[in-house]
């Protein structure tokens, strides 16, 4: 295979859960420039159709949808248009995400239950119902965004840092299981990236914990962070399952 064909989606369809903002949606502009046609999914129609704007001016029949996907039924009906539309998905990315700051005794039953159920079930679900499709076909790549926070605690994110554990789990157990079948399943564990996510949760003190805390020692840009994805959804990676790449300005390795 020849250098660009390796790192080409070209012909490939990619469903990009939470690509109507921040790091997913840098994700379906960049898969679209690597020649994918890119389905962004958000809540906010506006949100979506601004991005399915973007990639209409190389793919006039780009087309997105507003989907709650913490709602699971709503999740297999998308997962349904997408398929009957173009009768295959080859790459899913699972970029949605949402946190909420508190100490861990003030949280509330239903702070776990809307947390949990679109940061980890909504990707489980997402996983399975578009993976039943890839093993089918015998072949896909998955890409679920983690955290740094998959990989120790964090104050006042108890919610948020459980659940990406837990996608970290995930992600290497369908690795396993899936691996003989010809879906990958992999993750990216992001350091601190200014986005919609934590804009307004970014007080002095937070801003300059987090860059005192990461190597390189600023934020990182969503450009640097789309590489990773587009690496592992590309045939470049076909021997890489089970991963979680760190894209994090060394915020993991000098964690000590
Ligand atoms: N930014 C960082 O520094 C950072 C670091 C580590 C990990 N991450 C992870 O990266 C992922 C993307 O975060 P981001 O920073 O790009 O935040 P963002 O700009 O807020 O984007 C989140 C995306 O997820 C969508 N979304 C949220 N809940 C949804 C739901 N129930 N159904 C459908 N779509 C939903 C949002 O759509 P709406 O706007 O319409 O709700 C939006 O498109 C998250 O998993 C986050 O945990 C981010």
């Known amino acids: 295979m ?17 690509g109507s903002s921040g790091i997913g949606r840098e994700i379906a502009l960049a898969f679209r420039g690597a020649g994918a046609s890119v389905v962004p999914v958000g809540r906010s129609e506006a949100k979506v159709e601004e991005v399915v704007g973007r990639l209409r001016q190389s793919d006039a029949a780009a087309a997105g949808h507003a989907v709650d996907v913490a709602d699971i039924a709503a999740l297999g009906r998308l997962v349904d248009q997408v398929m009957a539309r173009h009768g295959r998905i080859d790459v899913l990315v699972n970029s949605q995400g949402i946190t909420k700051l508190s100490k861990a005794e003030d949280f509330a039953e239903a702070d776990f239950d809307r947390i949990i159920a679109t940061n980890l079930k909504s990707v489980f679900f997402a996983c399975t119902t578009v993976g039943r499709h890839m093993l089918a076909a015998g072949a896909g790549s998955i890409i679920n965004i983690a955290s740094i926070a998959a990989f120790g605690g964090f104050r006042l994110t108890a919610l948020y840092t ?11 157990t369908l690795a396993t299981e899936w691996a003989t079948r010809g879906v990958r399943v992999n993750a990216i564990a992001p350091g601190f990236f200014i986005t919609a996510l934590n804009r307004d949760k970014m007080d002095p003190e937070r801003r300059a914990n987090a860059i005192g805390r990461t190597p390189i020692g600023r934020f990182g840009e969503l450009d640097e962070l789309v590489n990773a994805a587009l690496y592992l959804a590309s045939p470049g990676a076909s021997f890489v399952t089970g991963e979680t790449l760190r894209v994090d300005g060394g915020f993991l390795a000098g964690r000590f």
């Open 2 to 18: 020849d250098l660009a064909s390796r790192f080409s989606l070209a012909g490939k369809v990619a469903l990009v859960i939470g």
């Open 162 to 172: 459980m659940s990406k554990h837990g996608v970290v789990g995930l992600t290497e």
